[in-house]
């Protein structure tokens, strides 16, 4: 009586553990999804960091060229050149 008493109760404390490795397991593929997703994210802010760095080093690059200084003027100042129109498209 005694061993068939150990046995059950081995059965419950293995049933027990296999519970909580499933558990476990659950829980930390739900952590892996997020920390994907916001690797996914970082990841994108580098590119766009590293696609923001190239643009500016190309600018410091030709910061002599009248080019570039006539697009800065343009896009940062809203300069144009004499006699120049300017057309907005409103549709949008």
């Known amino acids: 009586m005694k061993l068939k008493r150990t046995g059950t109760i081995m059965k ?11 558990v476990t397991l659950v ?5 892996i999804a997020e920390a994907e997703t916001d690797q ?3 990841q994108a ?8 760095n190239a643009e500016l080093e190309y600018d410091i690059e ?3 060229d009248p080019e570039v200084i006539a697009g ?8 144009v050149l ?4 300017i057309y907005y498209d409103v549709s949008e």
Do not use: F
Request: aromatic letters at 2%; a neutral charge.
């Open 12 to 22: 419950i404390v293995i049933l027990a553990i296999i519970v909580y490795a499933v």
């Open 27 to 31: 829980s930390l593929r739900g952590s």
């Open 40 to 42: 996914a994210a970082l």
């Open 45 to 52: 802010q580098v590119d766009a960091a590293l696609q923001e």
């Open 62 to 64: 030709h910061a002599d």
């Open 72 to 79: 800065v003027a343009r896009s940062k100042l809203g300069l």
């Open 82 to 85: 004499p006699g120049e129109k």
